[in-house]
C-alpha cells in the first residue's frame, strides 16, 4: 500500500525546462495515467518518481516520507519499458529471478515460480528474451518488476509496440494485473482512447505542465481547459461510440 | 563465372602479398644458408641456436610485456567506456578525441616525447609498458565503447530499479552484454603488443628487447636465419591467443 504525491517537480536539462512545478498524487492502488503528445514531459516525470534522475527542485513522498534523493536502487519502484528491456544473455528464468536474488530473498524458486503461473507464462523458464513472442515478452517484464513485490508499478507506454488486436487484449490484462496486485501505477501513454479505457485518473500534460487531472469521464466529456477539449477532441471524431470502447 | 575469375584473382593476390611471404619467413628460419634463388639444403641449426639465454629471453621479455600490457589496457578501456557509455560530464567530446589522438601520431614522436619526460625510468620495463600502453589503449577503448554505448539505457535503469546496485548492475548486465567488444579489444592488444616496433625501438633498455626488436637487429646484422625464427615464434604465438579468445568469445548462450 502505497501513495505517491509529488510536490513541484521541475527538471530542466540544459536550457530546457522539461517540467515545470508539477503537482499530483497516486493513490493506493490507483490507476494514474500521464497523457499528452510526445515531448510534452511524461516520461521525464516518470524517471523522476523511478528516481533514476533527480529533481531541480520539489520533493517527491511515498507514504509520506521522503524519497527525493533516494537513488533507484534502493527506491524498490517497478518499471515495465515500451521495449521490455529484457536482459538478452539471461534466459527468462534468470530474467525474473535478478531481482530476488539481488535482494538475496529466500524461496527465490516458488516464487519466480508462483508469478509466473499467475502471468500465465509457466514453461517459458529456459527460453531467451529473443526466443518469445511481444505479448510473453510484456508478461515475463511485468512478471520480473512484480516479483520484487514493489511500492509503485511504472508503465512507460507498453503498449505502443504490439498490433492494434493484441493491444485490446493487453490492456485489459495489465487492467486486471494491477488490480490482483493492488498496487499504485503510473501509466504513461499519448493515446487518448488507450487512457481513457485503463485509468482511474488521468493527468493531461503540455510543455511540461500538468493542465488538467480528472476521472475519464470527466475529462471527455466535461474538460475544464481549452487544450484538454483540444486534446481530447481528436479522438471524439475518430470515435463514434464512445461505450463501445468502454469508456470508463 | 566472371565473378568466380575475380574472386580467384584477388585471393591470388592475397596470398602472394600476405601468406606467400609468411611462408618464406618460415623457410628463413630452416635454411642455414641461403645464397642461390632456392634453398640448397635445410636443417633445425638455427632453431638450436635461439635456445640461448639471449634468445629465451627475448621472448620472455614480449610474453611479459604483452600479458601485463594486455591486463592494464583491457582494465583501464573498460573502466574509460563504461564512463563514457554511461555518464555525461562537461569536456566529454573534447577528452574523447584527446584519448584517441595517439592513434593519429607517429609512435616514434609518442616515444621521444616519453623518454624525455620520463628520465626516471629510462632504460626499465616500465617504460616500454608506458610506450606500449599509450599507443595501444586508444584502439582497445575504441573497440570496448563501441559495445558498450550500444547498451541501451533502459537495461541498466531496470536493474537498478530490481534493487542491482550500480556494481551489481556492472557485473551482471554492462561485462555480460559488452562481452564480445572485450574479447575483440584484447584480441586486438595481445595482437599490436606483440608485434609494436615503432615505439619499442626507440623506449627499450638493455635486456629488455622484444621479438620485433631483436627481428629489426638480426637484420641489421644480416642473420637472416635468427629473424625466421623469431617471426616464425611471432606468428605461432599470435595465432594460438587470437585463436584461444575467439574460441572463448564462441561460446554464446
Known amino acids: ?248 | 563465372m566472371r565473378e568466380k575469375i575475380i574472386l580467384m584473382l584477388v585471393l591470388l593476390f592475397l596470398g602472394v602479398l600476405i601468406i606467400l611471404p609468411l611462408c618464406v619467413v618460415f623457410l628463413l628460419s630452416i635454411v642455414p644458408r641461403w645464397s642461390s634463388v632456392f634453398p640448397t639444403s635445410f636443417s633445425f641449426e638455427w632453431w638450436l641456436a635461439i635456445l640461448k639465454p639471449k634468445f629465451t629471453k627475448v621472448i620472455l621479455n614480449t610474453l611479459l610485456v604483452t600479458a601485463v600490457s594486455t591486463l592494464i589496457t583491457v582494465g583501464y578501456a573498460i573502466i574509460a567506456s563504461y564512463l563514457f557509455a554511461f555518464y555525461d560530464f562537461r569536456g566529454k567530446e573534447i577528452l574523447s578525441s584527446l584519448i584517441l589522438s595517439p592513434t593519429y601520431v607517429a609512435g616514434v614522436v609518442l616515444a621521444l616525447g616519453l623518454l624525455t619526460m620520463y628520465p626516471l625510468i629510462r632504460n626499465t620495463f616500465w617504460i616500454l609498458m608506458l610506450g606500449h600502453f599509450v599507443v595501444i589503449s586508444p584502439i582497445v577503448f575504441r573497440c570496448v565503447l563501441s559495445s558498450m554505448i550500444k547498451i541501451p539505457n533502459n537495461l541498466i535503469e531496470a536493474s537498478y530499479s530490481l534493487g542491482s546496485s550500480k556494481a551489481n548492475t556492472f557485473w551482471r548486465i554492462v561485462l555480460p552484454l559488452s562481452k564480445q567488444g572485450i574479447l575483440s579489444g584484447t584480441v586486438l592488444s595481445i595482437g599490436t603488443n606483440i608485434s609494436e616496433l615503432s615505439v619499442s625501438l626507440l623506449l627499450y633498455g638493455a635486456g629488455w628487447a622484444t621479438i620485433p626488436i631483436q627481428i629489426y637487429l638480426e637484420r641489421g646484422w644480416g642473420i637472416l636465419g635468427i629473424a625466421g625464427v623469431l617471426s616464425t615464434i611471432l606468428i605461432l604465438i599470435t595465432l594460438t591467443t587470437v585463436f584461444c579468445v575467439d574460441y572463448l568469445g564462441g561460446k554464446k548462450p
Open chain 1, 1 to 248: 500500500m502505497t501513495e505517491v504525491r509529488a510536490e513541484n517537480l521541475s527538471k530542466s536539462f540544459g536550457d530546457t525546462h522539461v517540467t515545470k512545478n508539477l503537482n499530483f498524487t497516486i493513490k493506493h492502488q490507483e490507476f494514474l495515467t500521464l497523457l499528452g503528445a510526445s515531448g510534452c514531459g511524461k516520461t521525464t516525470t516518470l524517471r523522476l518518481v523511478l528516481g533514476s534522475i533527480f529533481p531541480d527542485s520539489g520533493r517527491i513522498y511515498f507514504n509520506g516520507e521522503d524519497v527525493t534523493d533516494i537513488p533507484c536502487y534502493k527506491r524498490n519502484v517497478g518499471i515495465v519499458y515500451q521495449d521490455y528491456a529484457l536482459f538478452p544473455h539471461l534466459n527468462i528464468y534468470e530474467n525474473i529471478a535478478f531481482g530476488l536474488k539481488v535482494k538475496k530473498e529466500k524461496n527465490t524458486e516458488s516464487k519466480v515460480k508462483e508469478i509466473m503461473e499467475t502471468l500465465q507464462i509457466s514453461g517459458l523458464e529456459e527460453r531467451y528474451p529473443h526466443q518469445i513472442s511481444g505479448g510473453q515478452q510484456q508478461r515475463v517484464a511485468l512478471a520480473r518488476t512484480l516479483v520484487v513485490r514493489p511500492k509503485i508499478l511504472l508503465l512507460d507506454e507498453p503498449l505502443s509496440n504490439v498490433d492494434a488486436k493484441l493491444r485490446y487484449e493487453l490492456r485489459n490484462e495489465l487492467k486486471k494485473i494491477q488490480r490482483m496486485m493492488k498496487i499504485a501505477t503510473l501509466y504513461v501513454t499519448h493515446d487518448q482512447e488507450e487512457a481513457l479505457t485503463i485509468s482511474d485518473r488521468i493527468a493531461i500534460m503540455n510543455n511540461g505542465r500538468i493542465i488538467e487531472v480528472g476521472k475519464p469521464r470527466d475529462i471527455y466529456f466535461h474538460p475544464k481547459e481549452n487544450y484538454t477539449k483540444e486534446f481530447m477532441g481528436v479522438i471524439s471524431k475518430r470515435l463514434k461510440n464512445l461505450e463501445q470502447i468502454g469508456i470508463r
